[in-house]
């Protein structure tokens, strides 16, 4: 009996792949046919065969002429999308992420996220922070430096913080800052910085006559802050690099070490990767050259995005030596993926 979606492999040999990848996972070594055969129930003659086959479809390779074969990046793209078994976090994993990022807001729940993923999973960890541009405002403040200079702070849903510096060419004392503040935090909550830059300009020309002096100083207030700025890209966390060095095909080859510290210090690259995800907007697994990564040989990602209601703010991902245990970080990631957007949504 074929495999469904796969009609070149048989139910048997896909379970002699399950069992290499299985056991290379473990060991991170060449597998042999007679460590294969007592856990499928059958001859090592038959494994040998299978082996064979599967060699020749691509899905194992054999490193020498000695040894039992190894998994390719094909091999294990299959194993994730269909052979693979997951499991739940069990109970003190969960309220191990929950109460980890219980008690952060903020930026500082972006730094958790990333210690929190490297310590549950002992792989590297990323985190791309909500972009501030899109997410929706909280409050707003106004803090008067000298004469002519004010900063406006701005605090969205998502705990984030970002100041900007505004020059006025009027009169600005007290009671203009204070009604400025007022005004908007009562009037133009719970929308993005692009949506209230819209509506204080439609506002101001459809009221512009009916402005008195405190009304239109707040309006010019508030119209510089909100004028267009160059966003500046999202903060991106990463945590865990090191957790490479335990593994023997990365620590050995320090080529391979100076490449992939590279690679991870990229900044718009990573971007990149998560950008994929978060458009996606679920959870996305990236074998080997699948990913902006595809330099450095032997490498997977585990990501997914966080959101906010329906709107995306975010992504996290676990990256790690593509033998890693998928049926155990993949629900991780996404445990963590959906407790991030609930301490967000409480936020």
């Known amino acids: 009996m074929l495999a469904q979606g796969n009609p ?26 007679q460590a294969i055969a007592p856990r499928c129930d059958v001859s090592s003659a038959t494994v040998r065969s299978a082996m064979a086959d599967l060699e020749e479809l691509g899905y194992l390779a054999k490193p020498h002429t000695s040894a039992g074969r190894i998994p390719t990046d094909k091999g294990f793209r299959l194993y994730v999308d269909s052979l693979l078994r997951t499991r739940a976090p069990g109970p003190k994993e969960r309220e191990r992420i929950e109460a ?7 930026a500082d729940l ?13 792989h590297a960890a990323l985190v791309v922070a909500p972009h501030f541009e899109q997410d929706l405002l909280r409050r707003v403040e106004f803090v008067k430096l000298r004469e002519d200079r004010i900063l406006a702070v701005f605090v969205s849903q998502a705990g984030l913080v970002q100041n900007r510096l505004i020059t006025v060419d ?6 203009e ?38 009304h239109r100083s707040a309006m010019q207030l508030a119209d510089a802050a909100f004028a267009d700025h160059a966003a500046p890209e999202p903060e991106v966390r990463v945590e865990g690099e090191a957790s490479f060095l335990d593994e023997p095909a990365f620590a050995a080859d320090v080529e391979k070490m100076r490449k992939l510290f590279a690679a991870l210090a990229q900044k718009d690259r990573v971007l990149h990767v998560m950008r994929r995800v978060m458009e996606g907007r679920e959870i996305r697994i ?6 902006e990564f595809s330099e450095v040989p032997g490498l997977s990602v585990i990501a997914a995005p966080y959101t906010q209601g329906e709107k995306v703010l975010g992504a996290l991902a676990v990256v790690g030596p593509v033998r890693m245990n998928y049926g155990r970080v993949i629900p991780l990631v996404q445990y963590t993926a959906r407790a991030v957007s609930k301490t ?4």
């Open 170 to 175: 009027f009169p600005v004392g007290r009671a």
């Open 344 to 347: 967000f949504g409480e936020g």
């Open 110 to 122: 972006v730094a958790d996220t990333g210690k929190l993923l490297h310590e549950i999973t002992h």
């Open 8 to 33: 070149d492999i048989s139910r048997r040999d896909r379970e002699i792949l399950r069992a290499i990848i299985q056991d290379f996972i473990t060991t991170g070594e060449p597998v042999g046919s």
């Open 100 to 106: 980890g990022l219980h008690a952060a807001l903020g």
């Open 286 to 291: 990236f074998i080997g050259a699948e990913s």
């Open 177 to 214: 800052l204070e009604y400025a503040a007022n005004y908007l935090n009562d009037k133009l909550g719970d929308l993005g910085l692009e949506q209230i830059h819209a509506r204080l300009r439609a506002e101001r020309e459809a009221e512009q006559a009916l402005y008195d002096r405190l």
